[in-house]
């Protein structure tokens, strides 16, 4: 038997026979009564001037609505449900609960559904506090290391350095300072710079303007240093006839980050022999070096001295 003709034989018949029987099928499901579960968002109306809550409020109530399964895919996808509180009656210094209740639940008016279920959360507990602001320094957090021979050049900057911090006044009093989100600089060789936003402890009700700042890192390469006829300090026992050291100072390269590295000069040097202890004769000696902080050691020479002691 041939399958594929009697396949094709009308077949735009039936496309739109099987297009007609979903119409059906969905128009039926549409009108069949269902329930649905919606993550709505927390709307608080009405605050008094000058209070605010301590923590920070619920984001969502997740609620559940009944009605034609038509009118809650069209709620789900297009309409705006949320739980609106009015907070008229809060007072700072004082507890505030709600009990929340269908008539707290709000739909758009063409949309004939009703709140079958209030589920999560139930009741809202309010910690009522005085809004107050502060004008607080911003500290850059920055995580990761620079690619090898590479240095964070002085600290991270945040542009602005301060932003206005508003909030409940027992949180804010206590608070000195804030944070920014970290900026990764792992492997970076250049300049890294980037918007971060300012992080509050997610348990407070804070806000900040403005709620952004651009972190900069400036980053800066190793530089090499070489420093001739840095002294040595000679330093031995007392009562030998004589005492001799060869030679009597030392070239030494160091490394580090340029704005450091450049400006040590011999005299920011420390070395010193030590033949303190021991006996008559020729000894051959390290110097002990002391270097500002910052650079490092690359190469010295001699990496010995010749100390006679008679």
């Known amino acids: 038997m041939r399958i594929r003709p009697i396949i094709m034989n009308n077949l735009g018949v039936k496309v739109a026979a099987v297009a007609i029987g979903v119409l059906v099928w969905m128009f039926a499901k549409g009108e069949q009564v269902g329930d649905r579960t919606f993550n709505i968002p927390l709307v608080l109306r009405n605050m008094p001037e000058g209070v605010t809550t301590v923590g920070r409020p619920f984001e969502n109530i997740e609620v559940v609505l009944t009605g034609d399964n038509s009118e809650l895919l069209k709620l789900e996808l297009w309409g705006e449900p949320r739980a609106v509180v009015d907070m008229a009656e809060a007072v700072s210094g004082k507890d505030f609960r709600v009990v929340l209740s269908p008539a707290n639940i709000i739909v758009p008016h063409d949309t004939r559904v009703a709140v079958s279920e209030i589920r999560e959360p139930k009741t809202l507990d309010f910690e009522m506090d005085d809004l107050t602001r502060a004008r607080l320094p911003v500290v850059a957090v920055v995580e990761g290391n620079l690619a090898e021979g590479y240095y964070v050049l002085g600290r991270p900057n945040a542009i602005p350095d301060s932003v206005t911090v508003f909030g409940p006044e027992r949180v804010l009093r206590d608070l000195t300072s804030v944070t920014t989100a970290s900026l990764m600089i792992e492997g970076r060789r250049a300049r890294v710079e980037a918007t971060r936003g300012i992080v509050f ?66 005299e920011d040097i420390v070395a010193v022999v030590d033949a303190r202890g021991l006996p008559r004769g020729v000894h051959q000696l390290v110097p002990e070096l002391t270097l500002p902080e910052g650079v490092e050691v690359r190469s010295v020479l001699p990496t010995r001295f010749t100390v006679t002691l008679q």
Do not use: Q, Y
């Open 201 to 266: 402890d997610s348990e407070f009700n804070l806000d900040a303007v403005p709620r952004e700042v651009r972190v900069v890192v400036e980053v800066e390469g190793t530089t090499v240093v070489a420093l001739d006829d840095v002294p040595v300090t000679f330093e031995h026992e007392p009562g030998f006839e004589s005492v001799e050291i060869s030679p009597e100072v030392l070239t030494i390269e160091l490394s580090g980050p340029e704005h450091i590295a450049t400006r040590v000069d011999a």
